[in-house]
């Protein structure tokens, strides 16, 4: 479906929907959870909750000077962190052709959701099983208790958190108020309704079979010691890792919530934006066999890609999300054991 909106930029959503909320007035639905957390599968099915192929669309086609300083704005408010670098500095960076190679460099499943950034953007997440998970976005930044935190979190990830101050900076200058009795947010029944739905999403019927190879990949996970972090049967221990360059303040330590080991992977998601925390959390590897866009960047598109020492390479051009040659930096577990053991191991992974 393509939809023009009155900018002119088409419709990035494959799920837009003409929604009635007052009698007489028809609107176009859109953003909503399903357009991130749905997932075309290989036979054309769909599948509701699992990562989405969502990516940076559009053209810069034509951009006329106007058009391109409201680009600049959109995107400012979207990601702009003035602790890090000025408007300035940012307006200065997106020119045109800079935008068209972001966009180039775009790849499904891998976005730039609001706080994190234009050239660290983030995958989508799996929400399927999110029930088990106990911390919320890549960097953790939520804790996930209860329900109510599912609540929260979607309905913060619905336009509240534009409105957040960071001292003097806050992201969207729009002042509306946002209130479940006028419509501008779900009402505490409607997230209470959708985030027992998300909790009851079930992963597909897994066609990859268990067989020998399968099993020594089982006997591999256990000898690199994967399952520290990526323990069985979550396949995750549901901890954070320090980014690397940030040290863990001594009451977190203490908490049980850190594993205090970085896994060296590129730190500007954690260390530079409106979500970073300075961790990152242990992903689950359940239904890794239906993903792309593997590390929080969505640097690698396979799993293949993940576990292929090449990638450490300076002059490495990664298939997933890049806006440049140049290393997938860090998780070298898996990278130097002989090729025949990677396989046994992905083709373990494939059974999660
Ligand atoms: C424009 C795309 C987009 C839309 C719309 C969207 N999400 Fe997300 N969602 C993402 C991305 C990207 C992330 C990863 C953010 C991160 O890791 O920092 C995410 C993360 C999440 C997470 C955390 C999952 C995890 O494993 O850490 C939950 C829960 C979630 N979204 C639920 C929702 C709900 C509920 C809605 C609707 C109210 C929604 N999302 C709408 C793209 C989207
Ligand atoms: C010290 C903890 C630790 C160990 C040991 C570890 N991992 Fe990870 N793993 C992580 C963290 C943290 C991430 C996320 C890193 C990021 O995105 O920045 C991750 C990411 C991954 C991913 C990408 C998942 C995704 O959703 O993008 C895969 C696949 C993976 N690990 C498999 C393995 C395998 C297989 C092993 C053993 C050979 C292993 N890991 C060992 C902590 C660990």
Redesign the pocket.
Known sequence: MELANDKGWSCPYLLCKFVIRKKGVVELGR???A???TRVMPDGTLLEGAQ?M?RLFGSSAGMTPERLRDLQDALWARVGAPWVQSKESFRELVTIDWYTKLLQASRNGV?P?Q??SLTHP??????IG?QD?R?????G?VRHRSIGD?MR??VI??GLDMLAEYGDFRPSAHTSSVAAEDGTR?SDEQLYA?ALC?GSLQPPPNTNRVDDRVRRGQRIFGQQGCAGCHTPPLYTNNKLTPATGFSVPDDLLKSGDVLNVSVGTDPT?ALKTR?GTGFY?VPSLRGVWYRNAFG?GGWAETLEEWFDPARLNDNYVAKGFHLGPGPIKGHEFGLRIPPDDRKDLIAFLRTL
Do not use: E, Q
Request: proline residues 3%.
């Open positions: 953003r909503s959870c357009s991130c957390h989405g969502v976005f959701r706080g994190t983030v995958h989508a997440p799996s929400l999110i998970i911390f919320l976005d890549a960097t930044l599912l979190y979607a990830n619905s779900y959708m998300i998601l979500r959390k929080h």
